[in-house]
């Protein structure tokens, strides 16, 4: 503590704020012996909300930023405010009721204190500094933010997740990709296809194509064109040829395709076709309407032509008769095979060259210009 020797007086420098408030308290209580009947000052009351408590209604904070000209108590549930140059008398007004001091009661208009009440009652913007913010404020802000990161984190896992479950979806799709090309897996379209359309994901899609490569699986849900192929390569190559295009290239076996595939025979002739033949094979080709049905008038086109065969005897077992002479001499001799006397004289005929072994077939087709309905069940049998 220093003395001032520029003036013969008491007056002393004090060091702190301790001790300026030491001797504000000391000044307080020597005045309280001189004028006993003085009643103290009651300092500014700052009104809270009834909602909200007083030891979370204030900034704190705030004295740690701004050097603030007053102190804050808290008594029984209210918050008072004393200012730093506090008379430390009360007023009487004119009603009798004591009221603060003027410099106590000057701190109602100051602007922190102004926003304090403000915040109070209207609540605080969020982009508030935090030293202006009460406890409870502050615990709000704190939930508030909590909670956005709590969102962000878990937004962030599910697009993480999802990231990862597309990649690996990719990754599944290249696989299967690179399996398809590398491997020759037969009927590979329908297995996809029908992979799609019972829903299963890419995983089961990729283990079914690894499955169909080791010749460990074989799709079904065979189309129409599966069928039409496998009846066709029966024709042409008979049951031995259907049975390995069954395991090489995944088509249905014969005896389905047989039952998918209805077809008519038409009549061969051993001779000049009759007309008895003729529209026996054109009611077959398009059989009459049914009853009720609505005529419409078709176009349709005839195609003729020849086609090459071997040089050789046919037995038609349907008509009884015997094919593969030249439709030219084929009257001079008896055809229909009734017993080996008519095939001894037509290999007599032969020799003799009175008739001649037929070198190509002649076919008439009729193509109507529009679809072609099923044939009937009275026309179909199978082959």
């Known amino acids: 503590m220093l003395h001032n020797t520029q003036y013969d007086s008491d007056v002393e420098i004090l060091s702190n704020a301790e001790e300026i408030e030491r001797t504000r308290w000391n000044l307080r209580q020597k005045m309280k012996e001189v004028l006993p009947n003085v009643t103290p000052c009651p300092t500014y009351e700052l009104n809270i909300p009834e909602s909200q408590h007083a030891f979370s209604s204030y900034p704190y904070l705030i004295h ?9 108590s808290v008594k029984e549930e209210r918050i008072f405010l004393r200012s730093h140059i506090c008379s430390g008398f009360a007023r009487t007004g004119k009603d009798g009721r004591l009221s603060p001091c003027s410099h106590c009661q000057h701190l109602h208009d100051h602007n922190i204190v102004t926003g304090i009440r403000f915040r109070l009652l209207d609540g605080a913007h969020e982009k508030t500094p935090w030293a202006y913010l009460t406890v409870a404020q502050l615990y709000n802000a704190l939930e508030r933010k909590s909670h956005e990161n709590n969102k962000l984190k878990l937004a962030s896992l599910n697009a993480a997740r999802k990231i990862d479950t597309r990649n690996r979806h990719l990754q599944a799709w290249k696989r299967l990709a690179i399996a398809i090309g590398r491997e020759d897996i037969p009927r590979v379209r329908s297995l ?76 061969s002739s ?26 419409i008038i078709k176009g ?55 008739v001649h072994l037929a070198t190509e077939v002649c076919l008439l087709s009729l193509s109507c210009w529009c679809a072609i309905s099923k044939i009937p069940n009275k026309f179909q049998r199978q082959q």
């Open 300 to 354: 349709m086109t005839i195609q003729v032509d020849e086609m090459k065969i071997q040089e050789r005897l046919r037995w038609d077992p349907r008509s009884n008769m015997i094919l593969g002479v030249c439709r030219e001499h084929g009257d001079k001799c008896a055809l229909e095979f009734r017993s080996e006397v008519q095939a001894d004289i037509l290999l007599d005929c032969l020799q003799k060259n009175e």
């Open 192 to 267: 996809i296809a029908k992979e799609c359309k019972n829903g299963h994901s890419v995983f089961s899609m990729l283990e079914k194509v690894d499955r169909a490569a080791l010749k460990l699986y074989r799709p079904r849900g065979y189309e129409e064109a599966d069928f039409q192929r496998a009846f066709l390569i029966y024709k042409l190559g008979g049951r031995a040829a259907a049975a390995i295009a069954q395991r090489t290239l995944g088509i249905p076996c014969i005896n389905s395709a047989k039952k998918r595939i209805v077809t008519a025979s038409i009549h």
């Open 270 to 295: 051993a001779g000049i076709p009759t007309t008895r033949e003729i529209l026996s094979n054109l009611e077959i080709s398009y059989p009459q309407k049914a009853a009720g049905e609505e005529g």
């Open 64 to 72: 740690t930023t701004i050097n603030l000209p007053w102190d804050v």
